[in-house]
């Protein structure tokens, strides 16, 4: 992914969710923006297809906080932290309980709980 530019996109994209891997094992991947390793994996989507690489079409990435910041519109920065701060609430719950799984948080579960 990291021979696709999204640089002309900036401020284009539109959130998907954060999710984070609980289980025995602490998953870090790398930001599909910048490279740095990340916990909280946050999706994006943007409306038309980005290009291909590798025979793979891409319309959808998976960047950090700070890149996701970066890629929203300016009255959509504050949902990245809102939904990473809401996720690391949903990774407590399972780790108290050892309940392995997927913590997810969208739009709509931020405006559910009123954060939005």
């Known amino acids: 992914?990291?021979?696709?530019?999204?640089?002309?996109?900036?401020?284009?994209?539109e959130?998907?969710?954060?999710?984070v891997q609980v289980g025995r094992i602490d998953r870090r991947v790398p930001c599909q923006l910048c490279g740095t390793p990340m916990r909280y994996e946050h999706m994006l989507t943007y409306p038309s297809e980005l290009g291909t690489v590798r025979g793979t079409t891409y319309n959808r990435i998976f960047v950090g906080v700070e890149c996701a910041v970066k890629l929203l519109s300016p009255d959509q920065e504050e949902i990245p932290r809102l939904a990473e701060n809401e996720t690391k609430r949903k990774e407590q719950w399972r780790i108290r309980y050892q309940n392995p799984g997927v913590c997810r948080t969208t739009i709509d579960d931020l405006i559910d709980k009123g954060k939005l």
């Open 15 to 19: 959130y998907l969710d954060c999710r």
């Open 1 to 13: 992914m990291s021979a696709i530019d999204v640089s002309s996109t900036e401020g284009k994209w």
